[in-house]
T-cell receptor
């Protein structure tokens, strides 16, 4: 029973390069969430996606960050022209299909990708 | 704006005793609350949750209590075990929102053998 998978686990980039983080949700889950954790802080919501749709990107920085969850393949979080302040742990979570009016389904997290920008 | 607060960054407890981790929130629209446990270099692991229609939920050694009027919840672990040593995050969401979770900053629990 594979859980949420993220790769790479560690990613080092120089300033100005692009970072691509991948997330494969648990089997049967169609909702994906991305969170960022800065040192000594809690996780901060970035974006919520369903297959081929961005549902809520209110936590995403307006520039350089984008996310997708294509019909086939993993969800991708892309950071263009990385800066040192992007260094953080990026976590992906997934949950099953949510039925309208029901309580929020539990989100299950992947192991995270630790991004270091030199 | 930190809508979920964990005011104790760390807690040490003797093995076998009770651990009580606290969490406060400010948004009255929150109606679903979760506790996650996190080891270094790993993702958060779901522990236990509670809906706002309840004031208590129990699962083995873990019990979560919710006081809606005080906007406060707590996680009780009894008896505490050395393997419980980790960072514990409280999280909350609003049913009418996009289901994203708001996290506290975490409490590092150390269970002393």
């Amino acid at each position: 029973n594979a859980g949420v998978m993220q790769n790479p686990r560690h990613l080092v980039r120089r300033r100005g390069q692009e970072a691509r983080l991948r997330c494969s949700p648990m089997k049967g889950h169609s909702h994906v969430y991305w969170y960022r954790q800065l040192p000594e802080e809690g996780l901060k919501f970035m974006v919520y996606l369903q297959k081929e749709n961005i549902i809520d990107e209110s936590g995403m920085p307006k520039e350089r960050f984008s996310a997708e969850f294509p019909k086939e393949g993993p969800s991708i979080l892309r950071i263009q022209q990385v800066v040192r302040g992007d260094s953080a742990a990026y976590f992906c979570a997934s949950s099953p299909r949510i039925v309208a009016g029901a309580s929020t389904d539990t989100q299950y997290f992947g192991p995270g990708t630790r991004l270091t920008v030199l | 704006d930190q809508q979920v607060k964990q005011n104790s960054p760390s807690l040490s407890v003797q093995e076998g005793r009770i651990s009580i981790l606290n969490c406060d929130y400010t948004n009255s629209m929150f109606d679903y609350f979760l506790w996650y446990k996190k080891y270094p270099a790993e993702g958060p692991t779901f522990l236990i949750s509670i809906s706002s229609i309840k004031d208590k939920n129990e699962d083995g050694r873990f019990t979560v209590f919710l006081n809606k009027s005080a906007k406060h919840l707590s996680l009780h672990i009894v008896p505490s075990q050395p393997g419980d040593s980790a960072v514990y995050f409280c999280a909350a969401s609003a049913e009418t929102g996009a289901n994203n979770l708001f996290f506290g900053t975490g409490t590092r629990l150390t269970v002393i053998p």
